[in-house]
């Protein structure tokens, strides 16, 4: 395969993940399929910002994490209900979490300066 087609398909790949509702995965693993919910990090002049700002709780979270718009301190990020404190960097843009708990959940810097919120919502009955 070339690098063209390799670069083609792997956006392709992205632009489907992306598309997803909710911003789920499903990965296929045996008989049981995995979610991860994908959600964008970034951050504007009211705060941090989570896209989509809803997740499920006990599905994991994978959280990327825009360098462009999260500069500085902000740049640590931390989500006390779910214990993470997390710096990034080029390179090392991913977030990985599971949450345990529904509600609003709140996030803040590691200087406590810049802040923002998303939901953890209870998984759906079916």
Do not use: H, W
């Not at 296929?28 to 705060?47: E, I, N, Y």
């Not at 718009?69 to 390179?91: E, L, P, S, Y």
């Amino acid at each position: 395969m070339t690098k063209r087609a390799v670069a083609v398909a792997a956006a392709l790949v992205m632009a489907v993940v992306f598309a997803a509702p909710g911003g789920a995965l499903a990965q296929s693993g045996g008989d049981q399929a995995t979610k991860v919910q994908l959600v964008k990090l970034s951050f504007d002049d009211k705060g941090y910002v989570v896209t989509p700002s809803t997740v499920t709780k006990g599905i994991p979270v994978k959280m990327e994490v825009d360098l462009d718009t999260v500069k500085g301190c902000m740049r640590t990020v931390v989500i006390d209900a779910f214990n993470v404190k997390q710096t990034v960097k080029a390179g090392a843009t991913t977030i990985e979490f599971t949450p345990t708990k529904s509600g609003p959940i709140q996030i803040v810097c590691g200087m406590n300066m810049g802040k923002g919120q998303f939901t953890v919502a209870e998984p759906s009955s079916k």
